[in-house]
């Protein structure tokens, strides 16, 4: 009986463990991968593919690609190896663009005519922008509360006297011109609130995106001064990219760039981290945690970071 039970348990986790791999045989064989690169880095190329692109980008899966495989130079030229390679599906990593508040706040502004680059000149200009835009949408905001305010008192005559006349049962011809002639006030007083509403939000999204990009250069250019802490400006350090292991599985998350150069060297940055190199002190190094977009000369820091991981 015992033997029976044995071997019924047996078949249960032999079962078990065939479901499990044929459920998960991708994260199984993505760890195994993992695995083998920290037990034998820099020993065979770290393969990528190139994921998802958001429609709210511009770039193409080309240029994307092209970018790659320049930032690949940045480790490949100094270790004298070939460490990366693209490969078009099923790559140990996934690179990915996510279009969200960050890069659609550098997209507004640029479409404003208004650029920015990682300087403490680019943070002044902001800085006066934003502040001669936040003095102007306080006072379109009181404007638009004061005229509202007019509207509803007037509005609210106008349902009373409805009212009296709807309980009444009846009007004079004078009290439906006088009537009609206030709904027509109305409706046209509305729509100017609509215009004059449209024209505010529109300035408080410029604004905010204002706020967005100056508190992620008060981050980078290690500013001391408070954070734009106005309701839809997104505050504190916020990615860029980042790389990613979930359930065995690499993904590299593109978040936000300003140009080329900088897209560059952030993914040279990401593709260092799926190498296995880590975040260094040296804010001129590659590996730095915030991405300065200065170009893919690496420091010392860096290159002993990854003479420790292709040792």
């Not at 706020?211 to 408070?226: H, Y």
Request: some cysteine; hydrophobic content about 40%.
């Amino acid at each position: 009986m015992r033997k029976l039970i044995s071997w019924i348990l047996l078949i249960a986790a032999l079962a078990g463990a065939f479901y499990q791999w044929r459920t998960k045989k991708a994260q199984f064989r993505a760890t195994a991968r993992i695995l083998q690169a920290r037990l034998f880095p820099c020993s065979f190329p770290v393969t990528y593919s190139i994921g998802t692109i958001d429609p709210g980008y511009t770039i193409s899966k080309q240029e994307l690609g092209d970018a790659l495989i320049e930032a690949e130079t940045a480790w490949e030229n100094p270790a004298h190896k070939n460490l990366f390679e693209f490969t078009r599906s099923s790559g140990d990593v996934t690179i990915t663009l996510v279009y969200d508040n960050r890069q659609a706040s550098l997209d507004k502004l640029k479409a404003l005519g208004i650029t920015t680059d990682q300087s403490l000149d680019s943070y002044k200009s902001l800085k006066a922008k934003y502040d001669e835009l936040a003095a102007k949408v306080d006072a379109e905001d009181s404007r638009l509360k004061g005229i509202m305010g007019r509207y509803k008192e007037r509005e609210t005559a106008y349902n009373a006297e409805v009212r009296r006349m709807n309980q009444r049962g009846s009007a004079s011809r004078a009290e439906v011109r006088r009537v009609d002639s206030t709904r027509g006030a109305l409706a046209m007083q509305f729509g100017g609130i609509k215009m004059i509403e449209t024209a505010v939000n529109s300035d408080v999204d410029t604004l905010n995106a204002l706020g967005t990009t100056l508190n992620q250069l008060i981050v980078q250019l290690n500013i001391n001064v408070d954070q734009y802490n106005r309701a839809g400006a997104t505050i504190g350090r916020y990615e860029e990219g980042l790389y990613i292991i979930s359930g065995g599985i690499q993904t590299i998350e593109i978040y936000k760039y300003t140009n080329h150069a900088q897209l560059v060297s952030l993914l040279a940055h990401e593709l260092g981290h799926a190498l296995g190199l880590e975040h260094v002190a040296d804010p001129e190094s590659l590996m730095y945690p915030v991405n300065r977009g200065r170009g893919l000369n690496l420091t010392g820091k860096d290159l002993a970071e990854l003479v420790r991981v292709c040792r």
